[in-house]
């Protein structure tokens, strides 16, 4: 009897890893990552392709790879060995996410969330690059962007916090703050649940500076483009960790 090759697997292990958003790179290939652990296509102590092979794969460079690596070594979900047969493998077993107990309602409440997010707070930024700021307004925008840039890692979500609250307080329309403070707290609660990545908080600060300067300059569409581009990569993280 001959011999037949093995069959092909029924779904491959790298399916989800394809290119995704360009402006969101490192929080992209975090999701991808950690939807193909969590949902087992990697399998726990698999290892993983080479960097230069998952950069392919996804669309990005070596270095959103390594970081995006490194950062979930970090957070547990990936383990780096050393060595003739080392390389970077799926934790085995995975951390257990402290969020919601049910998953529908922890979907439910993602989605509701960052929908909501999404409208008003692009909707600020749009509103502010239209107004004409006084001075006194203009510089606390730029001050709370530079102390949230400056924040320590364990002190960066409260500084997040207030740049985001100030633009909505900034519209002069008293009812907006305390819509966007109960969004604000139900978003923290959802960050709350996922490890403080390095790489994500630095491209944030970037895209914090991109939204502030586009309110200052009165560019409307850019502010927009910007908030956009800002809350999709939280999104994705959101979604990578607790999906």
């Not at 392709?49 to 070594?73: F, K, N, Y």
């Not at 850019?222 to 809350?231: G, Q, T």
Request: charged fraction near 25%; glycine fraction near 6%.
């Amino acid at each position: 009897m001959t011999d037949l090759p093995d069959p092909a697997p029924v779904l491959n292990s790298w399916v989800l890893l394809k290119p995704g958003a360009a402006s969101n790179a490192f929080e992209g290939t975090v999701h991808r990552l950690v939807q193909s652990l969590k949902l087992g296509l990697v399998a726990p102590g698999e290892k993983l392709p080479p960097e230069r092979e998952l950069a392919s794969m996804l669309g990005v460079s070596r270095d959103t790879v390594r970081e995006a690596i490194s950062a979930l070594v970090e957070a547990g979900y990936l383990e780096a060995k050393r060595g003739r047969y080392g390389g970077t493998f799926a934790k085995n077993p995975l951390p257990t996410s402290s969020a919601l107990s049910e998953t529908s309602s922890r979907v439910a409440s993602i989605i509701d969330t960052l929908a909501l997010r999404a409208v008003v707070e692009v909707g600020i930024v749009r509103r502010l690059a239209h107004q004409e700021l006084p001075r006194e307004s203009r510089e606390r925008l730029w001050r709370a962007h530079e102390e949230c840039q400056a924040a320590d890692l364990a002190d960066y979500r409260v500084y997040d916090t207030r740049l985001h609250l100030l633009m909505g307080e900034l519209v002069d329309a008293p009812s907006l703050v305390p819509v966007l403070a109960d969004i604000r707290m139900r978003v923290n609660e959802l960050l709350d649940q996922i490890p403080l990545l390095q790489p994500n908080i630095e491209h944030s600060c970037e895209q914090h500076q991109r939204i502030v300067q586009a309110i200052l300059r009165g560019r409307p569409d850019v502010a927009s483009v910007e908030m956009e581009e800002h809350l999709a990569g939280t999104e994705a993280l959101l979604r990578g960790f607790l999906d």
